[in-house]
Antibody, heavy 122, light 110 residues
Framework: QLQLQESGPGLVKPSETLSLTCTVS??????????WGWIRQPPGKGLEWIGS???????YYNPALKSRVTISVDTSKNQFSLRLSSVTVADTAVYYC??????????????WGQGTMVTVSS | QSVLTQPPSTSGTPGQRVTISCSGS????????VYWYQQLPGTAPKLLIY???QRPSGVPDRFSGSKSGTSASLAISGLRSEDEADYYC???????????FGGGTNLTVL
C-alpha cells in the first residue's frame, strides 16, 4: 500500500527558508494519474492547501503563498519537496504531504503522510 | 475564512444520527467532487468519503455522503464514542485552480 513520509527540520528561524521532503514508497511518483501536494495545519486550526506538483514538474500553488513557495520533484528518488521562504511565526504548523487525484478529473487528496511539525522560532 | 463553510461544532449521543453540512459555490462544490476527512486528535486526516458519496475500503457504512447543487453533507449514523473527531470537507475550485477546504467541524459524542 502506497505510503508517504515527510522529513526535514522541526525548527526554523524567522526569515529563513523551510525545507521539507516527502518520500513515496510502495508506488511510483511518476504515475500520470496523480499530483503530489503539500498541506499545512497551524496548531488548533484548519487545513490549508499549499501547492501541488505533477511528475512532469508542472506546479500549482495557493495564490496566498505563491510568492514564497517552491515545490519540486525528483522522480529518480521517488520524492518531492517543499521550500517556503521568508518564514514567520505564522508559518508554524504541521505540514502534510499527500497524493492528489489528477485523472480523469482533478480531485482532492486520497492518501496522506503522517505529518511533521515545523516551528518557526528564534 | 475558509472557502467552504462548515459549522464549527456539532454533537450527538451514542446511537444517534448526525449530519455535517458543507456549503460552497458553483466553482467548487457545484462543479467538482466533494471529499470528506476524519481527523482524530494528533493524527493525520483520513479519507472518509470521496467522489461525493463513495466510501474507501474499510470505512464503515455508518458514514455516508451526499451532494446537491453547491452544498454537501456527511451523515454519521449509529454514533459511537470513537467518532469523536474533527471532520473536514474539500473540493477542487475551478476559479482558484486549487484545492479548498472547509474550516472543519468538531464532533462531540455526549
Amino acid at each position: 500500500q502506497l505510503q508517504l513520509q515527510e522529513s526535514g527540520p522541526g525548527l526554523v528561524k524567522p526569515s529563513e527558508t523551510l525545507s521539507l521532503t516527502c518520500t513515496v514508497s510502495a508506488g511510483s511518483i511518476s504515475s500520470s494519474s496523480y499530483y503530489w501536494g503539500w498541506i499545512r495545519q497551524p496548531p488548533g486550526k484548519g487545513l490549508e492547501w499549499i501547492g501541488s506538483i505533477y511528475y512532469s514538474g508542472s506546479t500549482y500553488y495557493n495564490p496566498a503563498l505563491k510568492s514564497r513557495v517552491t515545490i519540486s520533484v525528483d522522480t529518480s528518488k521517488n520524492q518531492f519537496s517543499l521550500r517556503l521562504s521568508s518564514v514567520t511565526v505564522a508559518d508554524t504548523a504541521v505540514y502534510y504531504c499527500a497524493r492528489q487525484v489528477a485523472m480523469p478529473t482533478s480531485e482532492p487528496f486520497d492518501i496522506w503522510g503522517q505529518g511533521t511539525m515545523v516551528t518557526v522560532s528564534s | 475564512q475558509s472557502v467552504l463553510t462548515q459549522p464549527p461544532s456539532t454533537s450527538g449521543t451514542p446511537g444517534q444520527r448526525v449530519t455535517i453540512s458543507c456549503s460552497g459555490s458553483s466553482s467548487n462544490i457545484g462543479s467538482n467532487y466533494v471529499y470528506w476527512y476524519q481527523q482524530l486528535p494528533g493524527t493525520a486526516p483520513k479519507l472518509l468519503i470521496y467522489r461525493n458519496n463513495q466510501r474507501p475500503s474499510g470505512v464503515p457504512d455508518r458514514f455516508s455522503g451526499s451532494k446537491s447543487g453547491t452544498s454537501a453533507s456527511l451523515a454519521i449514523s449509529g454514533l459511537r464514542s470513537e467518532d469523536e473527531a474533527d471532520y473536514y470537507c474539500a473540493a477542487c475550485d475551478d476559479s482558484l485552480s486549487n484545492v479548498v477546504f472547509g474550516g472543519g467541524t468538531n464532533l462531540t459524542v455526549l
